[in-house]
């Protein structure tokens, strides 16, 4: 089992940025390739982007790509997702997600095991 667990969320104005961060524990952090998704009220859950097990390469939606910097420390056991440019429509809870799978996983349903959830919300 992997015990995933964000923080980082809140309330910025559009433009600003804010860090997510979320700490592993259980298994071996470096075993897993990490992604971020995130979901917004009445939508369904969204891939914003993927890190594998060595923290390179990333990969990113569209929608995120150039504002949105996925980076982890195997040594913390803690994946981050730094959002900078942030928009209204970026306003969604952000979850984070381990996998044992390989290359670029996009898919939800492909990753294991999953946090709680921050809530990140962007005023315009």
């Known amino acids: 089992q992997v015990q995933l667990v964000e923080s980082g969320g809140g309330l910025v104005q559009a433009g600003g940025s804010l860090r997510l961060s979320c700490a592993a524990s259980?298994?071996?952090?470096?075993?897993?390739?990490m992604g971020w998704f995130r979901q917004a009220p009445g939508k369904e859950r969204e891939f914003v982007g993927t890190?594998?097990?060595?923290?390179?390469?990333?990969y990113y939606a569209d929608s995120v790509k150039g504002r949105f910097t996925i980076s982890r420390d195997n040594a913390k056991n803690t994946v981050y997702l730094q959002m900078n440019s942030l928009k209204p429509e970026d306003t969604a809870v952000y979850y984070c997600?381990?996998?044992?799978?390989?290359?670029?996983?996009?898919?939800?349903?492909?990753?294991?095991?999953w946090g709680q959830g921050t809530q990140v919300t962007v005023s315009s």
């Open positions: 890190i594998s097990r060595s923290g390179s390469p990333t």
């Open positions: 997600a381990a996998t044992s799978g390989f290359g670029r996983v996009v898919t939800g349903t492909k990753y294991d095991y």
């Open positions: 259980g298994r071996t952090f470096s075993d897993y390739r």
